[in-house]
């Protein structure tokens, strides 16, 4: 039996479709690209935005033109929240349960009857998904919380991943060692809300990080996304004086305008937002953050569009995540009247973006001239690419060392990219 994946969302989701790939590996499938004919295609679909709702329906279609016979899977977010546009497909399968995946799938070739899979409690398991079949050699990733009690204005997640939850530190540290073993020599710690995690056994985030650095052989260890508001001392404390920490920051912001971050329902405000990363920088001057941003939020005035460009330059970031504001029905924000012309929209997330740009390349470029810690992960056109510690993307003709960081030399900044000269490991 042959299948294929499709993601459309983000790292969890990522994550999840390849622990329930490994699952259907495990019990005899064999995997193929989607775009080749299989008997199940299994689509991860994905709910933040409508632009990523239309791909997951769209993705549903094809997979059902190209192939008629094949079991159609629908999993995940969009899946969950069930607005009655997926109903051409074989199986719903929402956000809890994927770890039955194959089960409905046996189910459906013995009975061809639709099963649906939707039972999001308000109170819902952490669900444990592993694998250590990732496409990237190098970095690997681990899902150890899920689910949000922020609530968002604007934001549907909460109600399609329910209520946070956390894998236990103890199998965290298991699943660490494990990939560690497997030969990554970096690991990704994501989440919905990662930096929530671990309240239901008293271990915040900072604990388990120092029991993975304890108890581990990892090389590396990366958290994918953290609030600023979860940004305790402690953490920073200890990611100071923790080299195997990555030096980067993804700290979503959303806007540069208070008003809106009100109305957003964020829990911070510019002032709080600016001081923290400043204190973060003091304490760690060879951090890298990035952020999140949301463009054309209702009622968004162009001076305080302005106002957030200009917040985005004083902040220097490493690089931004740009997205237009999409209304999400049953959200209090697609509910208001002062909603933004989508062409406006499109116009400020542009601005934003060319703003991302000029960061990344100020940001680049400060580090020609001085030392880094690299992994290679590929060679790709007669270049080896990898990333620093800071997810600086550099590269280098080498010959290199892979599967563990190494030190090299920025040499220069040219055509987008960042030069290096790798050490010899004589020396």
Not at 4 to 25: M, R
Request: hydrophobic content about 35%; aromatic content about 8%; glycine content about 4%.
């Amino acid at each position: 039996m042959k299948f294929s994946i499709c993601n459309l969302g983000c790292k969890v989701n990522a994550y999840e479709a390849e622990c329930v790939a490994s699952d259907l590996t495990a019990q005899g499938w064999l995997r193929v690209p989607f775009e080749e004919p299989a008997d199940a295609s299994l689509i991860f679909t994905c709910a933040v935005t409508n632009m990523a709702a239309q791909k997951s329906r769209k993705m549903m279609h094809q997979a059902r033109r190209r192939n008629p016979d094949s079991i159609i899977m629908m999993v995940g977010c969009y899946s969950q929240i069930n607005d009655g546009r997926l109903e051409d497909a074989d199986i719903l399968l929402g956000s809890a349960h994927k770890k039955d995946a194959v089960k409905y799938l046996n189910e459906f070739l013995q009975n061809h009857e639709k099963i649906r899979v939707l039972d999001l409690a308000a109170e819902v398991p952490f669900e444990p998904l592993v694998t250590d079949t990732f496409e990237n050699r190098t970095r690997a990733f681990l899902k150890i919380q899920d689910g949000c009690n922020q609530f968002c204005s604007y934001c549907v997640i909460p109600y399609a991943r329910g209520r946070e939850r956390s894998m236990d530190p103890d199998t965290v540290i298991q699943q660490v060692q494990r990939l560690s073993s497997a030969g990554y020599p970096e690991i990704v710690l994501t989440g919905i809300h990662t930096g929530r995690y671990g309240k239901e056994y008293g271990v915040p985030l900072e604990e388990l990080i120092r029991r993975i650095l304890q108890e581990t052989d990892l090389q590396r260890l990366r958290i994918s996304s953290i609030e600023i508001t979860e940004i305790t001392d402690a953490f920073i404390a200890l990611m100071k004086n923790e080299p195997r920490i990555a030096r980067h920051l993804h700290i979503p912001l959303q806007s540069g305008c208070d008003r809106i971050l009100h109305d957003m329902n964020r829990p911070y405000t510019t002032d709080e937002y600016y001081a923290r990363i400043m204190q973060i920088r003091k304490e760690i001057p060879d951090i890298a953050v990035s952020c999140d941003l949301i463009t054309g939020f209702p009622g968004e005035t162009d001076e305080e569009h302005a106002a957030t460009c200009a917040f985005l330059r004083r902040c220097e970031f490493s690089f931004l995540h740009v997205f237009p504001y999409s209304a999400r029905e049953n959200t209090p924000a697609a509910a208001r009247k002062d909603q933004i012309d989508p062409r406006v929209k499109k116009k400020r997330a542009a601005e934003a973006a060319a703003i991302s740009a000029a960061l990344a390349e100020n940001y680049a470029r400060s580090w020609t001239g001085r030392e880094a810690s690299v992994i290679w992960e590929e060679e790709k056109d007669g270049f080896v690419r990898g990333y620093t510690s800071q997810y600086l993307p550099v590269i280098t003709t080498g010959p290199v060392q892979a599967g563990r960081p190494v030190k090299v030399l920025l040499k220069e900044y040219r055509d987008k990219s960042v030069f290096a000269e790798a050490y010899d490991e004589t020396d």
